[in-house]
């Protein structure tokens, strides 16, 4: 079994940082790509950031320049910097990561449970 586990959410003002943790556990032979994404509500939910184990990222528009994705491989963690947060960032972030449990089976998407993230004065 793999289990994403998130930390890190909760309440700030405009303006404010936060920073959220995912860590992976479980029977892992390889963590592909990791990502965040966020669904606010009576919305679809969307890509954030991503990144590859190789140290790629991929940004949507409306965070490039204020959020940062990054990962470290030795623990299986990625992480999301948040800063300048906006009203419209407040959503149910979750974590998303491309695992590959053992060598002889196919890698296949996990996910985390989420964790608030809400911006307000």
């Known amino acids: 079994q793999v289990q994403l586990v998130e930390s890190g959410g909760g309440l700030v003002q405009p303006g404010g940082s936060l920073r959220l943790s995912c860590a992976a556990s479980g029977t892992i032979f390889r963590v592909n790509a990791m990502g965040w994404y966020r669904q606010a509500p009576e919305k679809q939910r969307e890509l954030v950031a991503t990144?590859?184990?190789?140290?790629?990222?991929n940004y949507a528009e409306s965070v490039k320049g204020r959020f940062t994705i990054s990962r470290d491989n030795a623990k299986n963690t990625v992480y999301l910097q948040m800063n300048s947060l906006k009203p419209e960032d407040t959503a149910v972030y979750y974590c998303?990561?491309?695992?590959?449990?053992?060598?002889?089976?196919?890698?296949?998407?996990?996910w985390g449970q989420g964790t608030q993230v809400t911006v307000s004065s």
């Open positions: 990144i590859t184990n190789g140290g790629n990222t």
């Open positions: 998303n990561a491309n695992i590959k449990r053992l060598s002889y089976l196919s890698a296949r998407d996990y």
